[in-house]
């Protein structure tokens, strides 16, 4: 079975700190892909990222970065220079195949991490 | 593009009322999925469908029916509504998998 383990609950920070947010995973496919979401207070869910089990590089975009360890099974997320506009519910999801078809398409989500970044 | 529209977005419902929410996509998606979210729980899936046609059990799918007759729309049927399906749920949907799912706006749901 696939399993997300978001073990931060809750994470308040200052603006234009550096934070964190671990996610590790298990799954005993060889395939697999990895997302981030975010959950703003508004309560719509946006995709930030995808990774695929073979690509082990480490992304960029702007202040958001991640790190993908196959050797521990985990995606982190860093945030630069933290921002009140980051102050979210932030998932992490694992993509499993489904039965019929054996695409990564079935998603299971960590229980996300709530951040409150402080002006 | 609309992407995916879920309605309603907020519902009342006494405990044994039936009710139907709804999901559709424009995306010409195959897979299009039902989740629940619960404080401190993240979100669980309760039905998926592959295709027009096929649909399956999630992780916590009691109370809950689903049906694909198109590729647009998904449906999740309330059966005999309880306190304990208060939540909210999303529908979503894919083209593939690999290229992450785009949610609905959600329905926040009470059963009183």
């Known amino acids: 079975a696939q399993k997300v383990t978001q073990a931060q609950t809750e994470i308040s920070v200052v603006e234009k700190e550096d934070v964190t947010l671990d996610c590790v995973y298990e799954?005993?496919?060889?395939?697999?892909?990895l997302f981030w979401y975010k959950q703003p207070p508004s309560g719509e869910l946006v995709f930030l990222i995808r990774?695929?089990?073979?690509?082990?590089q480490n992304e960029i975009s702007g202040r958001y970065s991640w790190n993908f360890q196959k050797s521990t099974s985990s995606f982190n997320f860093t945030i630069t220079a933290s921002q009140v506009v980051d102050s979210a519910v932030y998932f992490c999801a694992l993509s499993s195949p489904f039965p019929y078809t054996g695409a990564n398409s079935k998603l299971t989500f960590g229980k996300g991490i709530t951040l409150s970044v402080r002006p | 593009n609309a992407g995916v529209t879920q309605t309603p977005k907020f519902q009342v419902l006494k405990t044994g009322q039936s009710m139907t929410l709804q999901c559709a996509q424009d995306m010409n998606h195959e897979y299009m999925s039902w989740y629940r979210q619960d404080p401190g729980m993240g979100l669980r899936l309760i039905h998926y469908s592959v295709g027009a046609g096929i649909t399956d059990q999630g992780e916590v799918p009691n109370g809950y029916n689903v049906s694909r007759s198109t590729t647009e729309d998904f449906p999740l049927r309330l059966l005999s509504a309880a306190p304990s399906q208060t939540s909210v749920y999303f529908c979503a949907s894919t083209r593939t998998g690999t290229d992450g799912y785009t949610f609905g706006s959600g329905t926040r749901l009470t059963v009183v």
């Open positions: 990774r695929n089990s073979f690509d082990e």
């Open positions: 799954t005993r496919d060889t395939t697999y892909y």
